[in-house]
């Protein structure tokens, strides 16, 4: 979406997972278990979701209603079925919300990076961080630079499809954090704005994983780019409204445990994940 080529992006078809992902994210002490074991342990089915039926054939297109409540929205203006768009999206487009998280694995290791980053910045000085990540020119310099500078450092340089949506669900994020608090101190990071700043990335990309799997046909040939946007701030709000108040504390909590802060960041994609489910 927003370009003037057709990308058809992914067949439905293709699996979720790519074949260089692993079944579980990756973890340093593999016997740590989180305080919180609910999400590691219980079998698909619970939390809210039913379990697949090994009976029923999947359709060949697992976004086709998301698709085509996406679709309705950017050409009509109607949003009023965007709500419905991102539940399905979630219970029927990503399955479960094991395989849901999993498969925003590497926008995962954007957040836990910079998460540390901001970290680094409460405990060592904004100086001292920028200094240590080669970025000491932007010492002094506002908070939008400085978020704006962090952008090849958290999210790669890479060119796969994944770590694009995840940068432009970071510059997005910056926007956002900026527009809310547009006095933003980061000499002087609150633990809550930390865990702020984390819930508004970690939902930012979640939209742009979701734009980009219904999505991938609207171009600026056959939409309206200024429809399209207030669709994708709409499905933003709602995103916002049904993860944030569960994700947030959850987010503040992670970042008093650096260590396992990887581990942690997938858990709470799927405690967003369920929140979608049983809104």
């Keep these: 979406m927003g370009t003037s080529a057709n990308r058809k992006g992914p067949k439905p078809s293709i699996p979720l997972l790519p074949d260089w992902m692993d ?28 379990a697949p039926n090994p009976t029923e054939t999947p359709s060949a297109n697992r976004f086709n209603q998301s698709q085509r409540g996406f679709q309705k929205a950017v050409k009509s203006g109607d949003t009023s079925g965007l ?12 399955g479960n919300t094991r395989k849901a998280a999993q498969r925003m694995s590497r926008s ?61 669900a ?33 939902e930012e990309s979640i939209v742009y994983r979701l734009i980009c799997d219904i999505g991938r046909s609207q171009t600026v040939a056959t939409s309206d780019p200024a429809r399209a946007i207030e669709v994708e701030q709409e499905i933003y709000q709602i995103v916002n409204g049904m993860v944030h108040s569960s994700i947030v504390p959850e987010l ?28």
């Design 170 to 202: 970071y510059k997005e994020t910056v926007t956002r954090i900026i527009d809310e608090s547009p006095d933003l101190d980061l000499e002087n990071l609150t633990e809550a704005q930390t865990g702020e700043m984390l819930a508004i990335f970690l």
């Design 252 to 279: 503040t909590k992670a970042m008093s445990d650096p260590a396992n802060l990887n581990r942690e960041i997938q858990r709470i994609y799927r405690v967003a994940f369920d929140a979608i489910n049983n809104s």
């Design 108 to 168: 995962g290791g954007a957040i836990v990076t910079f998460g540390t980053v901001l970290g680094n910045i409460r405990q060592n000085g904004l100086a001292a961080t920028l200094t240590h990540l080669q970025l000491g020119q932007y010492v002094g310099q506002p908070a939008l630079q400085v978020l704006s500078a962090l952008l090849v450092h958290v999210c790669g340089a890479s060119a796969l499809l994944d770590d694009a949506i995840t940068k432009e």
């Design 83 to 94: 709500k419905r768009v991102v539940k399905n999206y979630v219970s029927q487009g990503l």
């Design 23 to 50: 079944e579980e994210p990756a973890d340093e002490n593999p016997n740590q278990q989180p305080e919180d074991s609910d999400y590691d342990e219980e079998p698909d089915g619970e939390g809210g979701e039913e």
